[in-house]
């Protein structure tokens, strides 16, 4: 099994320790899984709110070396790099488990698009504001999708996507971020986390899922193909 993490910010912080247990200790634990972290940014020191790391340096590098420390089992790889249109195809590749934390429509679309060329992968993205947020599940089996891509006409903030991703930043933007709650980013997690579970239980029954944590409120969507 190989699944991709791309983009080590808050989400990420908060699946990665479900993902390592359920694969290492669940009953879906299989003989080889490599799990391969993806982000070109570094962690900072104002981000340790809803961020942990044991040291300064590059996200993914960073999480991968702690984790291997602390699960061996699993093979734990990083890639120091922005997801972008050149590099994409090298990174998600036919039969890949795809989580996508990043934060931002344009990465969110480079990825969805590069799924959408593969004959089978399954890709999961989250992302939250403040008190809420949404995951949506992209599964492609067999050249066909059975489920919409994450840029849909039910997403034109993605098909469509006005922000920059993150190699087109400069400093100063990357430095900058809207404000989030680890708590949110808690739940996106757990929710992208509950849909692999039940994608590899051959239960999944939505496109989407929106969470609320004021409300305690998750509501699941399945989204007309037509």
């Known amino acids: 099994m190989k699944i991709k993490v791309i983009g080590i910010g808050g989400g990420a912080e908060w699946l990665l320790p479900l993902l390592r247990m359920y694969l290492e200790y669940g009953p879906a634990k299989?003989?080889?899984?490599?799990?391969?972290?993806?982000?070109?940014?570094?962690y900072a020191e104002k981000k340790r709110d809803r961020q942990?790391?044991?040291?300064?340096?590059?996200?993914?590098?960073?999480?991968?070396?702690?984790?291997?420390?602390?699960?061996?089992?699993?093979?734990?790889?990083?890639?120091?790099?922005?997801?972008?249109?050149?590099n994409i195809s090298r990174i998600v590749r036919e039969n890949d488990f795809v989580f996508c934390c990043v934060d931002n429509h344009k990465s969110r679309k480079v990825i969805s698009d590069r799924t959408e060329e593969l004959e089978n992968a399954v890709l999961f993205s989250g992302g939250n504001e403040m008190t809420d947020g949404n995951?949506?599940?992209?599964?492609?089996?067999?050249?066909?999708?059975?489920?919409l891509p994450l840029a849909s006409?039910?997403?034109?903030?993605?098909?469509?996507?006005?922000?920059?991703?993150?190699?087109e930043m400069s400093c100063e933007e990357l430095g900058e971020s809207e404000p989030q709650l680890c708590l949110a980013n808690n739940m996106i997690a757990t929710l992208m986390a509950n849909a692999f579970y039940g994608y590899l239980e051959g239960k999944n029954s939505y496109d989407e899922a929106y969470m609320d944590i004021i409300m305690n409120a998750v509501r699941p969507i399945n989204r007309s193909r037509t």
């Open 30 to 42: 299989t003989e080889s899984v490599e799990i391969t972290l993806v982000d070109g940014k570094q």
């Open 52 to 86: 942990s790391f044991h040291r300064l340096g590059n996200k993914a590098e960073v999480k991968a070396e702690y984790f291997r420390e602390l699960c061996p089992k699993i093979t734990w790889k990083s890639l120091d790099m922005y997801v972008t249109e050149k």
């Open 135 to 147: 995951i949506q599940v992209f599964i492609r089996k067999d050249g066909e999708n059975v489920t």
């Open 153 to 167: 006409k039910y997403h034109e903030e993605i098909l469509y996507p006005r922000d920059k991703s993150p190699d």
